[in-house]
Nanobody, 125 residues
Framework: QVVLRQSGGGSVEVGGSLTLSCEVS????????MGWFRQVPGKEREGLGF????????KYSASAKDRFTFSQDAVTNTAHLQLTSLKPEDSGTYFC??????????????????WGQGTQVTVSS
């Protein structure tokens, strides 16, 4: 059984940083790709990008590039999303995700089957 358990998140002021974690069980995170998403009420889930190739390569969406960083820890089987220079529009619920087919990765949510429970990020000005 594949389970993704998220932690981190919270409230931060503009310009601050947060690190979100996604502990994976049932599969090895480095053997697949791990996607990250953000959702705000009333909008579709937005793909932020993914980490793949044993955690050595990353692909970021335009909104995540330069401020967000994906990483993985093979020892703890955990994926991380570091958020920096946060803006109010970064507020939302963040999700990690993993695909059934480890060779099929992408920014869109349709590539992913397993999802974390989500964690809230609130950026205040």
């Amino acid at each position: 059984q594949v389970v993704l358990r998220q932690s981190g998140g919270g409230s931060v002021e503009v310009g601050g940083s947060l690190t979100l974690s996604c502990e994976v069980s049932g599969i090895q995170a480095i053997d697949t790709c791990m996607g990250w998403f953000r959702q705000v009420p009333g909008k579709e889930r937005e793909g932020l990008g993914f980490i793949f190739n044993g955690g050595t390569r990353t692909k970021y969406s335009a909104s995540a590039k330069d401020r967000f960083t994906f990483s993985q820890d093979a020892v703890t089987n955990t994926a991380h999303l570091q958020l920096t220079s946060l803006k109010p529009e970064d507020s939302g619920t963040y999700f990690c995700a993993a695909p059934v087919d480890r060779g099929l990765c992408g920014v869109a949510s349709r590539f992913y089957t397993y999802w974390g429970q989500g964690t809230q990020v609130t950026v205040s000005s």
